[in-house]
């Protein structure tokens, strides 16, 4: 298994770009999210995704959109780029939601810088 | 909301123990998971405890919730500079759809 796989690694984009993050998972987990890192902040949930074509918005979803047509992949989309998205971006899934303990494993992460 | 706080840093020495602690704000947390992020990487999952409990021991790693007090450690016994990371705590929310994540404790390990 790949578990969750993250492309591209990097990017740098121009104010009012557009770009798609990828995100796969290949364990047949229904539970996906999107998260973006910021220094000091922790972790913060922007969209996620109970199974396919079903998804909800999280604590920070403005700016994002996501969609999910298949249980592998849950791309994110960045509709316009602005500064204030410069962030690292993590995916994650997890084979049972958040029901009890079940872990969440997450991606290597999507460093995004937008100048 | 909720709110999850941590203290930025914590400096121990190798062979020692570590005590990260965490407070939530959300009293109807029903799971909290402690997770590591090593540089570069992705976070992993540590340890988690449920609500009805007051500790849990997995190994060199000792959790505490006070509930009471909305207080949540993590104790690393016999600690290596393999444990050099930031650790996250978190909270899952009571729809259990959502995880609140802490800023982050950075823990440095000297030889």
């Known amino acids: 298994n790949a578990g969750v796989t993250q492309t591209p690694k990097f990017q740098v984009l121009k104010t009012g770009q557009s770009m798609t993050l990828q995100c796969a998972q290949d364990?047949?987990?229904?539970?996906m999210s999107w998260y973006r890192q910021d220094p000091g902040m922790g972790l913060r949930l922007i969209h996620y995704?109970?199974?396919?074509?079903?998804?909800d918005q999280g604590e920070v979803p403005n700016g994002y959109n996501v969609s999910r047509s298949t249980t592998e992949d849950f791309p994110l989309r960045l509709l316009s780029a602005a500064p204030s998205q410069t962030s690292v971006y993590f995916c994650?899934?997890?084979?049972?939601?958040?029901?009890?303990?079940?872990?969440?494993?997450f991606g290597p992460g999507t460093r995004l810088t937008v100048t | 909301g909720e709110d999850v706080e941590q203290s930025l840093f914590l400096s121990v020495r190798e062979g020692d123990s570590s005590v990260i602690n965490c407070t939530y704000t959300?009293?109807?947390?029903?799971?909290l998971y402690w997770y590591k992020q090593e540089p570069g990487a992705g976070l992993q999952l540590l340890t988690y405890?449920?609500?009805?409990?007051d500790m849990k021991q997995d190994q060199r790693l000792t959790v505490l919730l006070n509930k009471k007090d909305k207080h949540l450690s993590l104790r690393i016994a016999d600690t290596q500079t393999g444990d050099s990371a930031i650790y996250f705590c978190?909270?899952?929310?009571?729809?259990?759809?959502?995880?609140?994540f802490g800023g982050g404790t950075r823990l440095m390990v000297k030889p």
């Open positions: 405890i449920f609500s009805n409990m």
């Open positions: 978190a909270e899952r929310n009571n729809a259990g759809n959502m995880l609140t």
């Open positions: 994650a899934s997890s084979s049972l939601g958040l029901a009890g303990g079940s872990e969440q494993y």
């Open positions: 959300d009293s109807s947390s029903t799971y």
């Open positions: 995704s109970v199974g396919a074509g079903i998804t």
């Open positions: 364990m047949n987990h229904e539970y």
